[in-house]
């Protein structure tokens, strides 16, 4: 068989869990917390899964009732946002994963250009390949991964169907700024794309010192589909359940490719995330994300701190990007899997996140941990 991605092999993240799992290595690589969603999540999955009656299909474009309380939220958290129909405007899909390749199914064709940001998640290349598209790259330059709008300028062409932004950036942490939405890149954009893409840009996983913009034009948004994630929100990696908002017209395409990409996600766990949004603590839990990542974040610095890791600024996001030229010169790659075999700390080398393997010496933690595994981790780090 002629494969349709013959260099793409077991992604990095998989990789280095499966290394982390040989060798007894702290997995600080894959992006997971290593604790549970909170207890009323659990609970109302249990009682969900007791519930006869709740474990055929659910509709396609997800059940009305987690709709509308995903588009309530919003209302509440997002006072000068437009609130999105969620008749018209709101897809729960099997994860952001899921949301990404169908709208990517749904809006690139052959020959159509993408931008994408590097470093970038290792899905969006291969994912735009596979429609036939071409990924066109940007490099975001360490130690801010800011966008240069001028070398976007030099990439967009009236080819250009769709840009990828990812914020707070993985693996970076970089956060869109109100500046990066509204000049010079994304107008130059507006008025040749026919769909913008924005991810997570509603996920309030961010810290206070990087407040979290959106973009305010309207005609951005009109082209623009939002994925977000509850395995980020709450915890729930596993659970595979996310969400796609875009204004109509975008939306019934993704509904298109959706209804035979999975045709519907599980039903139990959107009566359960659906209970839980509609419950008084839901917008606390939103809203305290950020609190509880920055402390994770800051007590992860302060553990490493002193000890001849570069730790790189991270605004957003839980992942903690390091340069680590005062220990080796090695590649990132040989670093990281002498970190997991030597060490015990199993991470993920940058250099996954571009298509040429671009290596400046740079690897990824996870710090989305409990404290008692940070505090080993560092140990073991120093
Ligand atoms: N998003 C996760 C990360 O960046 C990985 C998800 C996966 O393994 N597919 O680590």
Not at 17 to 26: F, H, R, V, Y
């Amino acid at each position: 068989l002629l494969s349709k991605l013959p260099d793409v092999g077991v992604s990095i993240f998989t990789q280095m869990t499966l290394l982390a799992q040989e060798t007894g290595a702290i997995n600080l690589a894959q992006g997971f917390p290593d604790y549970d969603p909170p207890q009323e999540l659990l609970e109302a999955l249990a009682q969900h899964a007791r519930t006869p009656g709740h474990h055929q299909y659910a509709p396609m474009p997800g059940l009305p009732r987690l709709r509308e309380a995903i588009a309530a939220q919003i209302g509440r958290l997002h006072a000068d946002a437009p609130v999105p129909d969620p008749a018209t405007e709101i897809t729960v899909t099997a994860g952001a994963t899921e949301a990404l390749y169908a709208v990517l199914a749904a809006v690139v064709r052959p020959g159509d250009e993408v931008l994408v940001f590097e470093p970038a998640y290792d899905l969006y290349g291969p994912a735009i390949r596979l429609q036939g598209g071409v990924p066109r790259y940007v490099r975001l330059p360490a130690p801010h991964f800011r966008p240069d709008w001028e070398a976007v300028r030099r990439v967009v062409s009236p080819r250009t169907r769709l840009v990828l932004v990812n914020t707070p950036h993985n693996p970076s942490g970089a956060v869109f700024t109100a500046d990066d939405w509204n000049e010079p890149g994304p107008p130059a954009v507006r008025h040749r794309c026919p769909g913008a893409q924005r991810r997570s840009v509603r996920a309030p996983r961010v810290r206070r010192d990087a407040p979290h913009e959106r973009p305010p034009a309207p005609e951005l948004r009109e082209r623009s589909f939002v994925l977000s994630s509850f395995g980020k929100t709450y915890h729930a990696t596993g659970w595979k359940v996310g969400y796609c908002i875009a204004p109509p017209a975008l939306t019934a395409e993704v509904r298109r490719v959706h209804q035979f990409l999975t045709f519907a996600v599980s039903t139990p766990t959107q009566h359960a995330l659906a209970d839980v949004l509609e419950a008084d603590t839901a917008d606390a839990h939103a809203r305290g994300l950020a609190q509880f990542y920055q402390e994770k974040r800051d007590a992860f610095r302060n553990l490493l701190e002193g000890a001849g890791w570069e730790l790189l600024p991270v605004p957003g996001g839980y992942f903690q990007l390091a340069r680590y030229d005062a220990f080796s010169p090695q590649k990132d790659l040989a670093f990281a899997q002498f970190l997991a075999r030597e060490k015990g700390v199993a991470v993920v080398p940058v250099s996954a996140f571009y298509h040429d393997g671009f290596d400046e010496g740079l690897i990824r933690f996870c710090f989305a941990k409990q404290p008692s595994t940070l505090t080993e981790a560092a140990a073991r780090l120093r």
